[in-house]
């Protein structure tokens, strides 16, 4: 990785981390709106963000942690992380299949690999006794709110592709 991209990585991940520490009252819990999640859909454009939002997720996880805005704990740094790092990867190896004019697989990524993963987190945290009805209740929350900013993100990825910011 050349500097230029370590440049980029590092400044994705910091927008990332920024966004979900400033939104904090809305980026953690059962319902949940991380419009930092936009940039899980740069993978479509830039294939080395991938390690940006990953970076950016486990930073913002653990200094909510840390700080206690993320009442989940120390255990999103690990179960959300791995959510955004494998939803932005498949963003990424999907960004081809398209469906119509929109890679639409690639999009569902972040809302699928989420409901999953924090939907398992949640329900395992604040629904113990009934393990996969909480799974789904706030798996479906989570997804909503990877909705939201997987629209907000094919918007942004449409106007930085652009501008060629991504290209090296």
């Known amino acids: 990785m050349n500097t230029k991209t370590f440049a980029k990585v590092a400044m994705i991940a910091a927008v990332y981390t920024v966004l979900t520490l400033a939104l904090a009252p809305i980026s953690y819990g059962n319902l949940q709106i991380r419009v930092s ?3 899980t859909m740069l993978p479509l454009i830039y294939q080395p963000s991938i390690y940006g939002v990953t970076l950016g997720c486990f930073l913002s996880n653990l200094i909510g942690a840390m700080s206690g805005v993320n009442p ?17 990867y498949c963003t990424w190896k999907l960004r081809d299949k398209k469906v119509g004019k929109y890679p639409l697989f690639a999009i569902l990524m972040p809302v699928i690999w989420n409901f999953f993963f924090v939907g398992a987190e949640l329900g395992c945290l604040f629904m113990p006794e009934n393990f996969l009805l909480g799974t789904v209740i ?15 993100g094919v918007i942004l990825t449409n106007v930085l592709d652009k501008t060629k910011i991504f290209k090296d």
């Open 72 to 88: 989940t704990g120390y255990i999103d740094a690990v179960v959300g992380t791995a959510a955004t790092f494998f939803a932005a």
């Open 138 to 152: 706030n798996g479906a929350w989570v997804a909503l709110g990877e909705v939201i900013a997987v629209i907000l």
């Open 37 to 39: 999640e936009a940039l």
